[in-house]
Protein backbone atom coordinates (compact mmCIF):
# COMPACT_ATOMS: atom_id res chain seq x y z
CA UNK A 1 0.00 0.00 0.00
CA UNK A 2 3.18 2.02 1.07
CA UNK A 3 4.07 2.33 -2.64
CA UNK A 4 0.83 2.69 -4.22
CA UNK A 5 -0.46 6.24 -4.74
CA UNK A 6 -4.15 5.34 -5.83
CA UNK A 7 -4.56 3.28 -2.39
CA UNK A 8 -3.09 5.89 -0.42
CA UNK A 9 -5.36 8.26 -1.84
CA UNK A 10 -8.23 5.81 -1.39
CA UNK A 11 -7.84 5.07 2.22
CA UNK A 12 -6.99 9.10 2.68
CA UNK A 13 -10.54 9.33 1.49
CA UNK A 14 -12.37 6.98 3.25
CA UNK A 15 -10.74 8.78 6.64
CA UNK A 16 -12.16 12.07 5.34
CA UNK A 17 -15.43 10.35 4.78
CA UNK A 18 -15.40 8.78 8.28
CA UNK A 19 -14.04 12.23 10.43
CA UNK A 20 -17.19 13.95 7.95
CA UNK A 21 -19.52 11.38 9.61
CA UNK A 22 -18.40 12.16 13.19
CA UNK A 23 -18.62 15.44 13.23
CA UNK A 24 -22.05 15.10 11.55
CA UNK A 25 -23.21 12.82 14.55
CA UNK A 26 -21.99 15.76 16.61
CA UNK A 27 -25.40 17.28 15.89
CA UNK A 28 -27.34 15.38 18.18
CA UNK A 29 -25.02 16.15 21.28
CA UNK A 30 -24.92 19.88 20.03
CA UNK A 31 -28.79 20.28 20.14
CA UNK A 32 -28.78 19.87 23.60
CA UNK A 33 -26.20 22.81 24.68
CA UNK A 34 -26.87 26.52 24.29
CA UNK A 35 -25.55 29.39 25.91
CA UNK A 36 -28.47 31.68 25.37
CA UNK A 37 -32.75 31.22 25.55
CA UNK A 38 -33.71 30.42 22.13
CA UNK A 39 -34.77 33.66 19.15
CA UNK A 40 -36.99 33.54 16.41
CA UNK A 41 -36.77 34.28 13.07
CA UNK A 42 -39.89 34.07 11.93
CA UNK A 43 -41.34 36.97 8.96
CA UNK A 44 -44.73 37.59 7.25
CA UNK A 45 -43.49 35.63 4.84
CA UNK A 46 -42.64 32.72 6.36
CA UNK A 47 -46.53 32.74 8.05
CA UNK A 48 -47.91 32.88 4.95
CA UNK A 49 -46.21 29.95 3.51
CA UNK A 50 -48.43 27.52 3.70
CA UNK A 51 -48.17 23.20 5.49
CA UNK A 52 -47.27 20.96 2.56
CA UNK A 53 -46.91 17.87 4.08
CA UNK A 54 -45.31 15.88 0.58
CA UNK A 55 -42.93 18.36 0.52
CA UNK A 56 -41.40 16.08 3.59
CA UNK A 57 -40.30 13.37 0.28
CA UNK A 58 -37.71 16.01 -0.97
CA UNK A 59 -36.56 17.33 2.35
CA UNK A 60 -35.82 13.70 3.38
CA UNK A 61 -35.54 11.32 0.35
CA UNK A 62 -34.14 13.47 -2.02
CA UNK A 63 -31.66 15.72 0.23
CA UNK A 64 -29.74 12.68 1.55
CA UNK A 65 -30.18 10.67 -1.57
CA UNK A 66 -28.06 14.07 -3.07
CA UNK A 67 -25.76 13.88 0.16
CA UNK A 68 -24.53 10.09 -0.11
CA UNK A 69 -24.56 10.15 -4.05
CA UNK A 70 -22.01 13.17 -4.03
CA UNK A 71 -19.41 11.96 -1.32
CA UNK A 72 -19.82 8.68 -3.07
CA UNK A 73 -19.56 10.10 -6.59
CA UNK A 74 -16.11 12.54 -5.21
CA UNK A 75 -14.56 10.12 -3.11
CA UNK A 76 -14.56 7.82 -6.04
CA UNK A 77 -14.62 8.99 -9.16
CA UNK A 78 -13.43 12.71 -9.07
CA UNK A 79 -10.77 12.82 -6.06
CA UNK A 80 -9.11 15.89 -7.20
CA UNK A 81 -12.17 17.77 -6.37
CA UNK A 82 -12.83 15.46 -3.07
CA UNK A 83 -10.46 17.20 -0.41
CA UNK A 84 -11.57 20.92 -1.34
CA UNK A 85 -15.95 19.39 -0.98
CA UNK A 86 -14.92 17.15 1.96
CA UNK A 87 -13.17 19.67 4.25
CA UNK A 88 -16.02 22.59 3.32
CA UNK A 89 -18.76 20.45 4.49
CA UNK A 90 -17.35 19.63 7.51
CA UNK A 91 -16.21 23.50 7.86
CA UNK A 92 -19.51 24.45 7.68
CA UNK A 93 -20.99 21.80 10.23
CA UNK A 94 -18.38 23.01 12.07
CA UNK A 95 -19.64 27.14 12.22
CA UNK A 96 -23.01 25.95 11.82
CA UNK A 97 -22.76 24.38 15.22
CA UNK A 98 -20.89 27.30 16.36
CA UNK A 99 -23.78 29.47 15.91
CA UNK A 100 -26.45 27.06 17.25
CA UNK A 101 -24.56 27.12 20.82
CA UNK A 102 -24.14 31.17 20.82
CA UNK A 103 -27.31 32.17 18.72
CA UNK A 104 -30.14 29.12 19.37
CA UNK A 105 -32.81 29.88 16.80
CA UNK A 106 -36.45 27.89 17.38
CA UNK A 107 -38.99 26.68 14.79
CA UNK A 108 -42.81 26.69 16.14
CA UNK A 109 -43.93 23.69 14.61
CA UNK A 110 -47.57 22.95 13.12
CA UNK A 111 -48.80 19.87 15.07
CA UNK A 112 -51.83 20.85 13.70
CA UNK A 113 -53.15 23.79 11.75
CA UNK A 114 -53.35 26.70 14.16
CA UNK A 115 -55.71 29.30 12.78
CA UNK A 116 -53.64 32.29 13.94
CA UNK A 117 -50.07 33.60 15.68
CA UNK A 118 -51.60 33.51 18.76
CA UNK A 119 -52.27 30.00 18.32
CA UNK A 120 -49.19 28.40 17.55
CA UNK A 121 -47.37 30.36 20.46
CA UNK A 122 -49.91 28.93 22.98
CA UNK A 123 -49.89 25.52 22.05
CA UNK A 124 -46.23 25.43 21.72
CA UNK A 125 -45.34 26.64 25.23
CA UNK A 126 -48.57 25.19 27.27
CA UNK A 127 -48.02 21.66 26.42
CA UNK A 128 -45.41 20.55 24.25
CA UNK A 129 -45.36 16.67 25.50
CA UNK A 130 -49.38 16.87 25.11
CA UNK A 131 -48.53 18.13 21.52
CA UNK A 132 -46.20 15.13 20.95
CA UNK A 133 -48.36 12.23 21.94
CA UNK A 134 -51.58 13.39 20.31
CA UNK A 135 -49.26 13.91 17.20
CA UNK A 136 -48.16 10.73 17.38
CA UNK A 137 -51.35 8.80 18.38
CA UNK A 138 -53.04 10.22 15.46
CA UNK A 139 -50.43 9.39 13.23
CA UNK A 140 -51.46 5.90 14.10
CA UNK A 141 -55.06 4.99 14.91
CA UNK A 142 -56.30 8.00 12.24
CA UNK A 143 -56.68 7.90 8.43
CA UNK A 144 -54.33 10.51 7.56
CA UNK A 145 -51.55 9.61 5.15
CA UNK A 146 -47.58 8.92 4.91
CA UNK A 147 -46.54 12.47 3.99
CA UNK A 148 -48.69 13.71 7.80
CA UNK A 149 -46.70 10.25 9.02
CA UNK A 150 -43.33 10.73 7.91
CA UNK A 151 -43.43 14.47 8.65
CA UNK A 152 -44.31 14.16 11.86
CA UNK A 153 -41.98 11.30 12.79
CA UNK A 154 -39.42 14.05 11.41
CA UNK A 155 -40.59 16.63 14.49
CA UNK A 156 -40.34 13.93 16.63
CA UNK A 157 -36.63 12.88 16.61
CA UNK A 158 -35.79 16.27 15.14
CA UNK A 159 -34.99 19.08 17.85
CA UNK A 160 -37.14 23.05 16.52
CA UNK A 161 -33.83 24.17 18.11
CA UNK A 162 -30.47 24.46 15.56
CA UNK A 163 -32.04 26.22 12.64
CA UNK A 164 -29.88 28.80 11.50
CA UNK A 165 -28.21 28.20 9.50
CA UNK A 166 -29.93 25.49 7.86
CA UNK A 167 -28.03 22.93 7.38
CA UNK A 168 -30.13 21.56 4.67
CA UNK A 169 -29.79 24.50 2.43
CA UNK A 170 -25.75 25.27 3.18
CA UNK A 171 -24.94 21.11 2.39
CA UNK A 172 -27.27 21.06 -0.84
CA UNK A 173 -25.68 24.41 -2.00
CA UNK A 174 -21.88 22.91 -1.17
CA UNK A 175 -22.63 20.11 -3.32
CA UNK A 176 -24.14 21.92 -5.83
CA UNK A 177 -21.21 24.55 -6.12
CA UNK A 178 -19.07 21.39 -5.89
CA UNK A 179 -20.80 19.60 -9.15
CA UNK A 180 -20.31 22.94 -10.28
CA UNK A 181 -16.70 23.66 -10.08
CA UNK A 182 -16.31 20.27 -10.96
CA UNK A 183 -18.68 20.26 -14.45
CA UNK A 184 -21.14 23.00 -15.58
CA UNK A 185 -23.43 20.49 -16.87
CA UNK A 186 -23.81 18.85 -13.55
CA UNK A 187 -23.70 22.05 -12.29
CA UNK A 188 -26.93 22.74 -13.96
CA UNK A 189 -28.44 19.44 -12.82
CA UNK A 190 -27.62 19.95 -9.27
CA UNK A 191 -28.62 23.49 -8.73
CA UNK A 192 -32.28 22.78 -8.76
CA UNK A 193 -31.70 20.33 -6.46
CA UNK A 194 -30.39 22.24 -4.07
CA UNK A 195 -33.13 24.94 -4.53
CA UNK A 196 -35.73 22.27 -4.17
CA UNK A 197 -34.68 21.02 -1.09
CA UNK A 198 -33.91 24.42 0.55
CA UNK A 199 -37.57 24.72 -0.65
CA UNK A 200 -38.83 21.92 0.77
CA UNK A 201 -37.57 22.65 4.49
CA UNK A 202 -40.07 26.04 4.22
CA UNK A 203 -43.06 23.79 3.37
CA UNK A 204 -42.58 21.14 6.00
CA UNK A 205 -42.22 23.75 8.60
CA UNK A 206 -38.54 23.35 9.48
CA UNK A 207 -37.05 26.50 8.65
CA UNK A 208 -37.61 29.87 7.96
CA UNK A 209 -36.38 31.96 5.10
CA UNK A 210 -33.69 33.61 6.90
CA UNK A 211 -32.13 30.19 8.08
CA UNK A 212 -32.33 29.56 4.17
CA UNK A 213 -30.27 32.25 3.11
CA UNK A 214 -28.10 32.00 5.79
CA UNK A 215 -27.41 28.50 5.41
CA UNK A 216 -26.72 28.60 1.55
CA UNK A 217 -24.55 31.80 2.16
CA UNK A 218 -21.99 29.99 4.55
CA UNK A 219 -21.68 26.93 2.22
CA UNK A 220 -21.23 29.64 -1.24
CA UNK A 221 -18.26 31.53 1.34
CA UNK A 222 -16.86 28.24 2.68
CA UNK A 223 -17.17 26.93 -0.69
CA UNK A 224 -15.07 29.70 -2.57
CA UNK A 225 -12.61 29.67 0.13
CA UNK A 226 -11.49 26.16 -0.54
CA UNK A 227 -12.16 26.09 -3.82
CA UNK A 228 -9.71 29.38 -4.82
CA UNK A 229 -7.92 30.00 -2.00
CA UNK A 230 -6.68 26.84 0.40
CA UNK A 231 -7.05 24.14 -2.90
CA UNK A 232 -6.06 24.36 -6.09
CA UNK A 233 -8.33 23.54 -9.37
CA UNK A 234 -7.11 20.66 -11.09
CA UNK A 235 -4.95 21.07 -14.41
CA UNK A 236 -6.67 18.41 -16.33
CA UNK A 237 -10.32 17.52 -15.76
CA UNK A 238 -10.68 13.51 -14.37
CA UNK A 239 -12.74 11.22 -17.00
CA UNK A 240 -16.46 11.30 -16.17
CA UNK A 241 -17.68 7.23 -14.79
CA UNK A 242 -19.55 5.29 -17.13
CA UNK A 243 -23.22 4.83 -17.16
CA UNK A 244 -23.11 1.87 -14.81
CA UNK A 245 -20.32 3.09 -12.85
CA UNK A 246 -22.75 5.84 -12.24
CA UNK A 247 -25.64 3.80 -11.86
CA UNK A 248 -23.69 1.78 -9.21
CA UNK A 249 -22.84 4.73 -7.06
CA UNK A 250 -26.13 5.36 -6.81
CA UNK A 251 -28.03 1.86 -5.84
CA UNK A 252 -24.82 2.21 -2.89
CA UNK A 253 -25.87 5.88 -2.14
CA UNK A 254 -29.56 4.81 -2.17
CA UNK A 255 -28.03 1.55 0.31
CA UNK A 256 -26.78 4.13 2.58
CA UNK A 257 -29.58 6.37 3.23
CA UNK A 258 -31.89 3.19 3.46
CA UNK A 259 -29.26 2.42 6.42
CA UNK A 260 -29.48 5.65 8.22
CA UNK A 261 -33.30 6.10 7.77
CA UNK A 262 -33.40 2.66 9.54
CA UNK A 263 -31.29 4.19 12.21
CA UNK A 264 -32.64 7.23 12.45
CA UNK A 265 -36.64 6.47 12.50
CA UNK A 266 -36.19 2.81 14.21
CA UNK A 267 -32.99 2.50 16.47
Known amino acids: MGNNPGKREIAKNLFLLLLYMFVNALYGYVASVHLTEPHFLFTPIDWAI ?3 PPSVVIYIYLFYSFVFFALLYFATFQRAYFNQLIFSLITIHLVSYAVYIIYPVMMIR ?13 WYYVNPQFLQNWLLYNSIHSNLDAFHW ?6 AKD ?5 FPSLHAAVSTMIAYGFWQEKRSYGWISWPIAVAVMISTLLVRQHVILDEISGAALALIVGYTFYKKVFKTPETQP ?6 QTI ?3 IVAETAFILYLYMYFIL
Not at 111 to 120: I, K, M, Q, T, V
Not at 159 to 163: A, E, S
Open 50 to 52: PLN
Open 110 to 122: PYWAPSNLFDWVF
Open 239 to 244: KSPKPL
Open 248 to 250: LIL
Open 150 to 155: LLWMVY
Open 159 to 163: TPLNC
